[in-house]
């Protein structure tokens, strides 16, 4: 259904952008909170979390995915390489260019955030009936359709 064409039909219907917005935004920072090291700033969490996911990338292409400019994206690798979770190497076929990638630290480390925040949503959706539940893997499909839009 096109936005231009949606009308809420009841009053429930109405709040429903409002309620879905805060709510995600409350479960995000509830998750945020089970950080495993919180000497480490959540855009270096961010930057490693892309590189687990995409894999090696130029600064450049790092930069671009967390949709920072380069410059505070070399700080971030900086940053990322005194913690011992990522590293540099040269690029194969362009002289002026890095590779960054996970370290088997950061990689340990990424594990551990998910882990931390998993277990703790685990043990929130365990308080929940099983129809509760049912709802929620229903939604989490919706969102995540929703986001990839």
Known sequence: MRYANYVA???AERGLASRLRLAVVRLTRRLRAQRVNSAISLTQVSALSTLHKCGP?????????????????????????????????????????AIVELTDAGLAYIDEEVSAREAWLDKRLAELTPEDRAVLSRAAEIIDRMAGQ
């Open 9 to 11: 039909e009841s009053d």
């Open 57 to 97: 990338l130029t600064p450049g292409e790092l930069a671009a995915k967390e949709g920072v400019q380069p410059p505070s994206m070399t700080r971030v690798i900086a940053a990322l390489e005194e913690f011992g979770f990522a590293t540099r190497r040269p690029h194969p076929t362009d002289g002026r260019q």
